[in-house]
């Protein structure tokens, strides 16, 4: 079979390629061009693009934690404004009591800008910095960084303006092309890419910047440092300054106006010492030259041209040529920044940004830089007017972790207080009203117990506190004083307060009597009958017998029985307490020979009877256990005596090595002995024993040398005798405290001696290590058994000693500030110093039913409010602590109101009248006179030194405030007054106009300070008169007695026998408490304080004070003069979670004067 053969199809003809004209090409590329040309200039697809992503760009706020935000990096603006360290904060202030109530949620689309490493776009602050608000959302504290700013785009001079946009960013405010990109000046772009890339080849080429006015922003503000390290940093700008251009829309005329306006106002000018980091031209013109900023922007917008105003312009052109280098032209090479001023000169007046006459004449002015001079406080009511806000921002420096006031104040941090500014600011201008004799005449200060028209005005420091219980804590509404210094003695002092620490005994007694209530009170008679209770526990024994006796046994009557029990105020007698013997003064002599309850000694703040009540408390905690003090005491084989010794010993030998210590810590061997031996008489045995201690390696010939050098006739003395004297105090021969008795030294000074000379510089903790044996040896004598009565003096002492231990466990739990007691007797009358704050601290305590609530003083802490790092901190919910129980704090405030009613305080009785009666108010006086005394034999006083002096009140008043006034004077100059308590409860009392609206709840009808202050002084001037009528008709009485000397606690040499312990006795009757005007305990039983209804408000109008003529003067408490050791309403609610965006901007304006760029 043939093949078949398939025939071919013919083939295609191939069509010629196709080709475009070359013109048309040519066309494509020229529109192109055109187009790209036209975007450069005009930047309309940037407008579309950016500003509909812009919108996209936003956050919200919501409560609770965010899930998605995003902190910034480590750009000085981020740094200094705080938010990369929110964070941080957020971790310390959970830690300390803050929730975490609000926080910023970006969007989706501004997480992912920040993801590309994207500054995050929105309306940046150029002025921020701390703020603290008042309970009533006004403001108590600002301090914007800048201090100084242009607040208007229309506030900056023309000439600034075109003068930094010739030199920066010339085609910025161009204002035919509206949607214009301001990030980019291409051709300065361009050509600052070409010069880079020369730079290559050359590298000493220096390349020109090619920065706006926008990135140069975006870098100092966040890049690292302020710093573009490389390329790809300064496209990161360049993108992050587009997107910020465009998110308020596709109009961008008017954020080029504001460009300008943030960079001067924002721009970093090195820093200046007095001043720190100096932001923006405005500060720069103080900080650097001393130049007033409104008064330079007066001389340059000027119309005329002045030698002045061109040596301003001068000063402004070197700032904006500075920022280039800000610390070489400002602080290393000033010279330079003068060349470089005149060369821009001459440069800005060819291009007509400046005049030939502004040019010549400022060519002729000189840089003047100012001269360094100390930090000075802006003005003299810095300290005084801000000392509430001053604490308040230490306390936040503090939560926060910063090192500083300074860092603290730089931060975008709004703080809402609870202290009420119309108040604070009123009473602090009373404060400050008590330097004028006129004002204080005018208040009624001068008088009997009070201020002396002699006594020098400026030396007295006044201070207030008041606290409000409400459901978040005991809060702080007013904090003043009138020392213009930073220190708060409020809470920073440890002052001597005298009787106010009868206050703190009062209720350890009454504690210590609920306590035992407590333990027997469901014992039957004849159970209590067989108790077998130490003689010395007083208390413990009239409990006892209380509960045996008919009648009511519950433990409010316990209580006020207690308070009826009845203790001497005889002064005689002798009282061996804190290792001597000391007797006590009343400040009334009249009171000497009384017998008083306890309610009469609160009432009239008596001495004798709380010194011999703090006894009791103190033999009741020492022998409390029989099994132990009591026995201990009795058996003198109880092997508890050996270590009560030994304690004793170690104790009292360590306080004589201190003292030693202080006298041979800084001397040279050769000094050492020199400073031993001069005192000691050339007796040959004294010698001799010290020698042989001191070197006991030298020979017999070393020894004799050293000996012939300190007799006083050595020739008197041969060979034989210094053998004899050699060998007989030989070191092996007598112990140290028989070589002390020899030597008439003290057997640890010669110790301290020995071993400082052979180990100099040895520190303290050492020396205590190496001397333990020492010490407990030199008191040998003590541990045999025929000095019992020695022994037991000593044991008597420490445990005095361990008793105070204990009873400075419970002030503690009162509030006591301080980390010890002196174990004095003389505690109860102030001898241990106290703390106004913790005084005001105990009053809330008692107002508030023995329950504690923490002192708050900051409720809101919002940081970058209105940014996408907006974060808020609130007080978590506040944890109530019982103190004592309530029925101990209700029967200390019946004793408290009588006080006021008839006692030390009844000086303000009736200053609160309401609609029902007055205002119950309840208190405790205290004065002390701080002397330094140096007590010879037999109790006389060998110098003396006075330290200050202190009067002070503490109070409540109605069911909801307390707080404290106290009067203080430092230093010796203190010796030249002689008020008493009586001076800060008149005081409380003059102000009482300022605190009615406040303390009687009438906060919705409040006057204005300024007109609280106007209605304060018609009152005082009213009271003046009165008080002149009244002294004028009683002008034949005789002139008032001189008050009684201080009350004194004075060791004697002998003690006086000590008086029989009074038998308990039935319980006198209670003073009826003062009339209440609803005042009922505000019962808190471990838990949070409940807002308790106001009372019924003041009429709006009060009815002018009736005036009659004044009654006696209150008595006063005793003045303790203890010697001592030297010891040294609610914000608006938030409305409800919205987008935050950006505000819109007002259309752009023609300016009213022309920019030339």
Known sequence: MSPQYIPLEPPRPVRPKRRWPWWLVGLAFFVAAMVAAYEMIASPFQALLLAGYGKRLNWQLLDGPSDQIRFPGTGPYDVRLGYNRIPYFTERLTQRGYVLAKQARISDDMNRVGALGLFLPYDEKSVAGVTLRGCNQETLFSLPQPRRHYARFEDIPPVIANTLLYIENRELLDPNHPQRNPAIEWDRFAQAVLEKAVQVVQPNRKVPGGSTLATQIEKYRHSPDGLTLSGGDKLGQMASASLRAYIDGTDTRATRRRLVQAYLNTVPLSAAAGHGEVIGTADALDAWFGLDFDEVNRLVRGPAVTAASARAYKHVLALLIAQRRPSFYLISDRAQLEVQADTHLRILAKAGIITPEIRDLALNAKLQFRKPTPAVADKELTFVENKAANALRTEITRQLGLAQLYDLDRLDLNVDTTLHANAQRAVTQQLKRLNDPAAVKELGLYGHYLLEPDDDLSKIIFSFTLHELTADGAVVRIQADNLNQPFDINQGAKLDMGSSAKLRTLITYLEIIADLHKQYASQTPAKLAKISVPAKDVLTAWVINYLRSPGDHSLKATLEAAMGRRYSANPAEGFYTGGGVHHFNNFHREDNHKVMDMWEATRNSVNLPF?????????????????????????????????????????????????????????????????????????????????????????????????????????AYDDKDMAYLYETYGPEKFNLADRGYITQIHPLELWLAAYLRQHPGTPWDELVKRSGRERVEVYDWLFKTGRKNAQDSRIQSLME??????????????????????????????SSADRPAALAEMMGVIRNNGVKLPAVSIKQLEFGADTPYHTVFRRAP?????????????????????????????????????????????????????????????????????????????????????????AFVPGEQAGNYHFTSGLPVQLLKTMAPILRPLVLGAENAELPWEAQVRAFDAEAKAEAQARAEAKAAAAKLAPPVKPASAATAKPVGKPVPAQPVLTPQKPQTPPAPATQAATAPLAIPARPAQAVPAPAPAPRHEPAPVHVAPTPAPRHEPVASTPRAETHPTPPPQPAPEEHRHRPRNPWVSPEYEYLF
Do not use: C
């Not at 000693?801 to 003389?826: C, D, M, T």
């Open 611 to 715: 010194i011999r009540l703090m006894r009791d408390i103190i033999h009741h905690l020492t022998y409390r256990a029989p099994s132990t003090a009591a026995r201990i005491l009795a058996d003198v084989d109880d092997p508890k005596r050996d270590t009560y010794l030994i304690k004793f010993a170690d104790s009292e030998g360590r306080a004589f090595l201190a003292r030693f210590h202080k006298k041979y810590r800084d001397l040279k061997p050769a000094q050492i002995d020199d400073n031993l031996l001069n005192h000691l008489a050339a007796h040959p045995k004294r010698l001799a024993a010290v020698f042989r201690y001191l070197e006991p390696q030298a020979d017999l010939t070393a020894f004799t040398a050293l000996m012939r050098s300190r007799l006083v006739k050595p020739g």
């Open 801 to 830: 000693i361990e008793s105070f231990q204990e009873l400075h466990k419970r002030w503690r739990k009162l509030g006591y500030p301080f980390n010890s007691l002196v174990p004095s007797y003389a505690t109860a009358i102030g």
């Open 878 to 966: 506040v944890k109530a602590e019982e103190i004592f129980n309530p029925i101990v704090a209700e029967t200390v405030r019946k004793a408290l109101l009588d006080v006021v009613q008839e006692g030390t305080a009844r000086r303000i009785k009736g200053a609160f009248p309401t609609a029902g009666g007055e205002l119950a108010i309840g208190g405790k006086t205290g004065t002390g006179d701080h002397r330094m005394q140096v007590i010879g034999a037999g109790g006389r006083i060998l110098e003396e030194k006075v330290m200050n002096r202190v009067a002070t009140f503490a109070f409540f008043m109605g069911e909801r405030y307390f707080g404290v006034i106290t």
